[in-house]
Nanobody, 119 residues
Framework: QVQLVESGGGSVQAGGSLRLSCAASGLTYSSYCMGWFRQAPGKEREFVSRIDSAGNTRFADDVQGRFTLSKDSAKNTLWLQMNTLKPDDTAMYYC?????????????WGQGTQVTVSS
């Protein structure tokens, strides 16, 4: 059974940085895609970033150049490095995963970690 556990959220001032971690179990990194979504109060959940089974990454336009994504298959961990944070980045961040099929079906979700950016 796939389990995803996020950590690393917190409160920072605008311009600061945070690194989120997603510890995964029950999946084979070589065949899975993983990524991050976020949901702000009163808004729908939105895509942030993902890495496919070949290691290719993709980012939402508003985080491109500020966020980076990496994974360590040996440690079964996915990291989201968030730099130059803005108040608009405030949201609950969720780790997600799925078996790569040329797209990512996002079958599995973590419980989320809160990120709050103050101005």
């Amino acid at each position: 059974q796939v389990q995803l556990v996020e950590s690393g959220g917190g409160s920072v001032q605008a311009g600061g940085s945070l690194r989120l971690s997603c510890a995964a179990s029950g999946l084979t990194y070589s065949s899975y895609c993983m990524g991050w979504f976020r949901q702000a109060p009163g808004k729908e959940r939105e895509f942030v970033s993902r890495i496919d089974s070949a290691g290719n990454t993709r980012f939402a336009d508003d985080v491109q150049g500020r966020f980076t994504l990496s994974k360590d298959s040996a440690k079964n961990t996915l990291w989201l490095q968030m730099n130059t944070l803005k108040p608009d980045d405030t949201a609950m961040y969720y780790c997600a995963a799925g078996r790569w099929r040329g797209f990512c079906p996002w079958n599995y979700w973590g419980q989320g970690t809160q990120v709050t950016v103050s101005s």
